[in-house]
């Protein structure tokens, strides 16, 4: 059992979660489940403990983070959407275990704060555009990237100008026509906020200038990011959109896991198309990375606020279009942080933008 790997999953529920486990059911002889957990669902997890032989179970952030503490893993899979997987990720690098990052708030929330805490390689990006990248880089050196290109479908709204956009429907919004996931985002992938966050993470995990990252619209979404080098090459990661292809290498990198998902059939005829962000109907991605350049609590800020417009959206509070205007008001009404950067620093930001948000939500 000593090429096993110990996996810890957070948000074992959720869709990243479910996914994991499918992957770890299909490789017995490479992963072993020690612990799960998630924000509720208790008779699930209690179902996918019994099914995978776990002894430890939590529900709910905080229990997490202490689950992460106090059980030895190899790879710890940050699974759980939103601000809460914050904890849990500074415990995991902490304590010297892989991150297999599938919360990518935690990462544009602690920013330098997390990226500080982890050792060189112990963040491994799960999400499929970051893990596309960390594949591509493989072709060069950092000093050999000129850009990074990260795809985005374009979500249920591609085409539709901003006043198109103004009657969007809370149903409408969740309708994503490539990927499926939870309310939060697949209604920030509808926004493009989503792509605005992967913005920033990518800055974060691979040390590149907000200048030097692009986003380009691809529908198919079978080419899930390019890394351009200095000398005009383009190297792009191709696959059918299937997340168990990220999520397998996440738990295992640098390894690839054999038959993690399905290939891209070279004997049929493919269209693959590529065409720019309309930035006026999808100010998100120019947001973010205004927010990710001035750094420090401005980005825990933007999460939060946009947190609290998405679930306000999906109340009947707010229509589609002023998700991102709010978020950017109570941006624009954060002055920084009073203090060095610390976790309770980050938690304070983060609940005065939910506060803030709130009252602008009120407001309009």
Request: overall charge negative; some cysteine.
């Amino acid at each position: 059992m000593s090429n096993v790997r110990r996996v810890i999953i957070l948000g074992s529920t959720g869709s990243i979660g479910t996914q994991a486990l499918e992957v770890i059911a299909a490789n017995p002889d490479r992963f072993q489940v020690v612990g799960l957990s998630a924000g509720s669902q208790a008779d699930m997890v209690a179902d996918q403990a019994r099914a995978f032989g776990v002894t430890h179970t939590a529900l709910g952030a905080d229990a997490s983070e202490e689950l992460v503490r106090t059980v030895d893993a190899d790879v710890v899979l940050n699974g759980m959407t939103g601000a809460v997987g914050l904890g849990p990720t500074l415990a995991t690098l902490e304590r010297g275990m892989t991150l297999a990052l599938a919360n990518k708030e935690s990462l544009i929330i602690g920013g330098k704060l997390v990226m500080g805490a982890a050792s060189p390689g112990q963040i491994v990006p799960v999400d499929s555009e970051h893990s596309a990248i960390a594949q591509c880089l493989v072709s060069g050196t950092h000093a050999e990237v000129r850009r990074l290109i990260l795809t985005a479908s374009g979500g249920p709204f591609r085409g539709r100008s901003r006043d198109q956009l103004g009657d969007v429907t809370p149903q409408q919004a969740l309708a994503h026509p490539t990927w499926d996931m939870g309310l939060m985002v697949t209604t920030n992938s509808a926004t493009l906020m989503n792509k605005g966050l992967e913005v920033i993470e990518a800055s974060l995990l691979f040390g590149i200038d907000y200048a030097d990252i692009s986003v380009t619209v691809h529908p198919q979404s079978v080419i899930h990011s390019m890394v351009e080098f200095v000398d005009g090459s383009t190297m792009a990661q191709a696959s059918p959109p299937d997340m168990k292809l990220p999520i397998a290498l996440g738990l295992d990198w640098p390894h690839r896991v054999a038959h993690a998902a399905e290939a891209v059939d070279w004997s049929t005829a493919h269209t693959w198309t590529f065409e720019p962000l309309d930035e006026l109907a999808f100010p998100a991605v120019a947001l973010a990375k205004s927010v990710g350049s001035a750094g420090l609590t401005f980005p825990a800020v933007m999460n939060a606020a946009n947190e609290e417009a998405v679930l306000a959206f999906h109340a009947g509070r707010l229509g589609f279009t002023d998700i991102v205007d709010t978020v950017s008001r109570v941006v624009e009404a954060h002055s920084g942080p009073q203090g060095e950067l610390s976790r309770e620093v980050l938690f304070d930001a983060d609940a005065w933008a939910r506060a803030h948000a709130r009252e602008a939500i009120a407001r309009n």
